[in-house]
Nanobody
């Protein structure tokens, strides 16, 4: 199972970006998916999660200008980011809890991350 993020870029403050993450491999089912971020010198932190049924959960500081969504048919999760600020600069990682079709085990998988840089 692999997760690949895309959509990271350099953007000016106040701008918007949409990140995408696709899950591929021996997939029986993709359960919860999420986005996390890690700024330089800081710990990785939760941005948002979404269940297979579309129930969302956000870090309290991000729910006003971030929106998580998913496409179950494509095994993809998205993060729409509006009104970006320099403090949103970080590497953004997606994760997914996937039931492997070969083993039937449920494991948590992570992508390699995509860089978002917001200039002032």
């Amino acid at each position: 199972v692999q997760l690949v993020e895309s959509g990271g870029a350099l953007v000016q403050a106040g701008g918007s970006l949409k990140l995408s993450c696709v899950v591929s491999g021996d997939i029986l089912r993709v359960n919860d998916m999420g986005w996390y971020r890690q700024a330089p010198g800081k710990q990785r932190e939760l941005v948002a999660t979404i269940t297979s049924g579309g129930v969302t959960n956000y870090a309290s500081s991000m729910k006003d200008h971030f929106t998580i969504s998913r496409d179950n048919d494509k095994n993809m999760v998205y993060l729409r980011m509006n009104s970006l600020k320099p403090e949103d600069t970080a590497v953004y990682f997606c994760n997914a809890r996937v039931v492997d079709s070969a083993t039937f085990w449920s494991d948590l998988f992570w992508g390699q991350g995509t860089q978002v840089t917001v200039s002032s």
